[in-house]
């Protein structure tokens, strides 16, 4: 009786621990972010109205550790912020869509996963592939350095991990939507300045 038990209390610990592992926990990421995003992950995901999509992340805690960072003079630590992920109803083994957020030193010119895509006109810079939108912005924030203020260049990354379900020039555009809501909202939790020079609506933006 006793062996059966332990063999039962085993048993279901390694259920609930599977479980654990393999369902992120649901955060504010529901809130910062409207429809029109959503609307552009389901478009470049190819997921479908019938199909659910669940939204996992913690938008404000990115923020406080981006903060964190610059406070203690470590802002290169404050790499791929976990923003929000985007999970097709029932599969939550790999987000169809994710946004991340660093501060960087510069805006490359020619190297890395930007040199692969197109440069448009906004804030500091944007880059499109079909798989890939990135918007820097530089932020002004009297959050920063323990209240002082100090100026930090932020890369905006939206990645799309399922197979992409449009065009090409469809995929670009939802790419730097998706990015350009997630940057709007990651710099009024910094508090930036003039929402760091992005612009209040998308539209597509020039190409460089």
Known sequence: MGALLVAVVLVTTGCQGDKGSAAPEK?????????????AVRRVAGVPDSVG?????????????????????????????D?????????????????SFSVVREVPASRGADALGKRYRMAKGAV????????????????????DGVKVLVRGASRTNDEVA????????????????????FAELLGCEANAGIPATFSMPPEV
């Not at 955060?27 to 609307?39: H, I």
């Not at 985007?86 to 946004?99: C, G, M, Q, T």
């Not at 449009?166 to 909202?185: F, M, T």
């Open 27 to 39: 955060g504010a990421c529901d809130t910062v972010l409207g429809s029109e995003a959503e609307d």
């Open 53 to 81: 999509i669940t939204r996992y992340g913690h938008p404000e805690d990115a923020a406080d550790e981006l903060i964190a960072n610059v406070d203690a003079g470590t802002p290169d630590e404050a790499k791929r912020l």
């Open 83 to 99: 923003f929000c992920r985007f999970y097709r109803e029932s599969v939550e083994a790999v987000p169809s869509v994710e946004l």
């Open 128 to 147: 499109a592939t079909t798989k890939l939108g990135v918007l820097y912005f530089e932020c002004f924030s009297k959050e920063l350095s323990r209240g």
């Open 166 to 185: 449009e065009s090409d020039a469809a995929a670009y555009q939802d790419n730097l939507r998706i990015v350009h809501a997630s940057s709007r909202a």
